[in-house]
């Protein structure tokens, strides 16, 4: 019988907030496929969040959900310093929970920029900050999930893209500071990504058929097909590999290609010239 091969994040610990569903979900399966013993953070969902850990737990490394309230910066500490006695160590971070209020901006409540902020800033911040001594000694990954409404303009995502342009910027801040520590900051960037939230977002913020939309959007995307969360834990788990050790600083915006389109080349007929 054939050996093993050995697992690129055997014997890692990974922390993925949002874990419990979507793309965090996938990001923490994939870590623990590659070896990583993960702990998953949720909002309101013990049970589901649970069965995530049996889903780790099945890879054959050790998986623990905690509940953390991300738009109370002030509970992240403790968090972390529960994964400092369980664990001992931290080398992986994933920040991908988000959440808002889609609406415009010239709606907004005050509760709901404060609330936005503080799940993508303010917990950012909180969460590099309990990470740091756990990764000291070793080189650490983190990565922020960003969306492409940190630089486009969406209906409903003004304020949610505003604290995602934010955050990236601290990706490029905590990059400079912890790279000589060993640690690399970077961040992913998905666009047109199949997912519950997706489905929510084109059905009832736009009103529109999802297939439907999923297939133009396809039809304007250079590789011809829509994201999965596959892809994105897929770019993840490459990034926080010893094979990216040279990369930090960089937000990988992973669409396809479809943002290095020009509007002209997306209009019917564009892409066959005379």
């Known amino acids: 019988m054939a050996a093993l091969l050995p697992r690129p994040l055997s014997g890692r610990v990974a922390v993925v907030t949002g874990g419990g569903r979507g793309i965090g979900r996938g990001i923490a399966l994939r870590l623990a496929r590659d ?6 953070t ?13 889903e780790i737990e099945r890879e054959g490394v050790k998986g623990l959900a905690l509940p953390l309230e991300l738009a109370e910066p002030g509970q992240v500490p403790a968090v972390f310093e529960r994964i400092g006695r369980d664990f001992g160590r931290v080398d992986i971070l994933i920040a991908n929970a988000a959440a808002t209020s889609f609406r415009p901006l010239a709606e907004q409540k005050a509760h709901n920029v404060r609330r936005t902020f503080a799940i993508s800033v303010d917990s950012f911040i909180a ?10 000694g070793r080189p650490g990954r983190i990565v922020i999930i960003s969306g492409i409404d940190s630089f486009h303009s969406m209906p ?12 990236e910027s601290l990706v490029r801040a905590f990059a400079g500071e ?18 519950d939230s997706s489905r929510l977002y084109v059905e009832s913020g736009l009103g529109r058929d999802y297939d439907a939309a999923l297939a133009e959007v396809a039809a304007m995307t250079p590789v011809r097909r829509v994201g999965t969360i596959d892809d994105v834990a897929d770019c993840v788990a490459w990034i926080v590999s010893d094979r990216a050790g040279f990369l930090t600083g960089q937000i990988i915006v992973l669409d396809g290609g479809l943002t290095s389109v020009s509007p002209l080349a997306r209009l019917p007929g564009a892409s066959k010239p005379a």
């Open 35 to 40: 070896g990583a013993h993960c702990v998953i």
């Open 42 to 54: 949720y909002r309101q969902s013990a049970e589901t969040a649970a069965g995530v850990v049996a």
């Open 127 to 136: 969460a590099v900050q309990g990470t740091f001594p756990l990764m000291q």
């Open 156 to 167: 409903g995502h003004g304020l949610l893209g505003g604290a995602k342009a934010a955050a």
């Open 178 to 195: 912890l790279g000589p520590d060993g640690i690399t900051v970077n961040g992913v960037n998905p666009g047109m990504i199949v997912t």
